[in-house]
């Protein structure tokens, strides 16, 4: 039976025969009988066959001639606290749109972009004429009615007096007398509402801020015709902001919603401010995902005192993961992706068995698995396709 010993023996027989016919070509090429092309011809054509048992014997065992065997590890369980990035956005705390609340015209301004103010400051004065002959109107008709329900009053109150003497005055007359006072007390009563709605009015005619912050936007000028949106100025008067405090609004997948706790704290960074990290914990969630995106929105609020960060800023927001149970730990490279699925090749007894599984969250090169795979499981390190199912492997 041929065996390893012949084999190098007919590998040994070989080589010396090339080297012999090398040295004869060698001394031919000397003496004139063989031309150079030829010899080099000779000589590569010798070294193909000669090299070709060397390179068979390299890519098998030396013992056994078989492919080296896999390498393998144990299967443990573990905890992988990993994290994910999501965009987020800056927004200032308190934002409003100020209109004008009656139609007029822009008297004065008294603040432009970036002026700061505080609640109940003046921004702009406006006027409005017919506003002052309106109020006067009604002062005059309050007055009128005021004079009226008093004669009514003194009217009723003589008849009654005079009635406590009986037969004097007849019970329709003080009926009659009474019913007048009370409708020119009614009336008396509109006059004044009347007198208040122009007043409140007039008092629109000065525009205040609602709340101290910085404005942001400015769309009119002086003598400009302003009025409620859409009629007189489609455009906000102007926009204030409180930016001494943002909000920081994230939309968080539904995959991670599970993850999320309130008072939680959050790292941020800014990619306007690179080497710079920031921080803030969580105030509000939203408790429902959007429908359009299946997100849920969180809220986190920010001191910005420093005026640093501005309201719109794109932040990378990292979500901590935290591991709640143990689940098996696997490198990366022990997983096999294939048109057949993803799996892992356990060894038992000698056999290789492909176990489907489902990849869960990554930290570096260790992936967290699940599937019909326990700890003390003994698999394949760097599995790959060419290690089929049911095959027997060392």
């Not at 010899?39 to 000669?50: P, R, T």
């Not at 100025?233 to 309130?262: C, D, H, I, W």
């Not at 090169?365 to 095959?391: C, H, M, P, Y």
């Amino acid at each position: 039976m041929f065996n390893i010993f012949m084999y190098r023996a007919v590998v040994t027989l070989l080589n010396n025969t090339c080297v012999a016919l090398l040295y004869s070509g060698n001394t031919a090429l000397r003496s004139g009988c063989i031309q150079p092309g030829r010899l080099v011809l000779f000589a590569g054509i010798l070294l193909l066959s000669c090299n070709g048992p060397q390179e068979e014997e390299k890519k098998t065992s030396p013992a056994t001639g078989a492919p080296a065997a896999p390498e393998y590890f144990i299967a443990e369980k573990g905890k992988l606290s990993t994290s994910v990035e999501i965009p987020g956005e800056l927004i200032a705390f308190q934002q409003v749109d100020i209109y004008a609340k009656v139609s007029s015209f822009v008297k004065k301004l008294n603040v432009d972009v970036g002026s700061e103010v505080k609640e109940g400051q003046v921004l702009a004065t406006m006027e409005a004429p017919e506003i002052n002959a309106q109020l006067s109107g009604a002062a005059s008709r309050l007055q009128a009615l005021e004079a009226t329900y008093t004669a009514s009053k003194a009217h009723y109150d003589r008849l009654l007096e005079t009635s406590k003497t009986p037969g004097t005055i007849p019970p329709n007359d003080i009926d009659i007398a009474f019913a007048k006072q009370k409708a020119d007390y009614a009336q008396l009563q509109a006059a004044k509402a009347a007198e208040r709605e122009i007043t409140d009015n007039k008092n629109y005619l000065v525009i205040r801020a609602p709340f101290s912050g910085i404005i942001t936007a400015r769309n009119v000028s002086a003598g400009a015709y302003v009025g409620p949106s859409g009629k007189g100025s489609e455009q906000p008067m102007f926009t204030l902001q409180e930016q001494k405090k943002l909000r920081l609004a994230v939309a968080v997948p539904e995959t991670y919603t599970q993850y999320l706790q309130a008072k939680k704290e959050i790292s941020f960074t800014i990619q306007s401010l690179p080497g710079e990290k920031f921080s803030a914990g969580i105030q509000r969630m939203a408790g429902a995902l959007d429908n359009r995106i299946r997100s849920q929105r969180i809220e986190m609020d920010i001191n910005n005192t420093n005026k640093k960060l501005l309201p719109g800023m794109i932040a990378s927001v990292s979500i901590p993961l935290p591991a709640r149970d143990s689940s098996v730990i696997v490198p990366k490279t022990a997983i096999v992706t294939s048109t057949e699925g993803l799996f892992v090749i356990q060894a038992i007894n000698g056999t290789a068995k492909w176990v489907e599984i489902q990849k869960g969250r990554e930290q570096g090169d260790q992936v967290e698995i699940f599937g019909n795979i326990n700890a003390g499981d003994t698999l394949v390190k760097r599995a790959n396709e060419e290690i089929r199912n049911n095959s027997v492997i060392r």
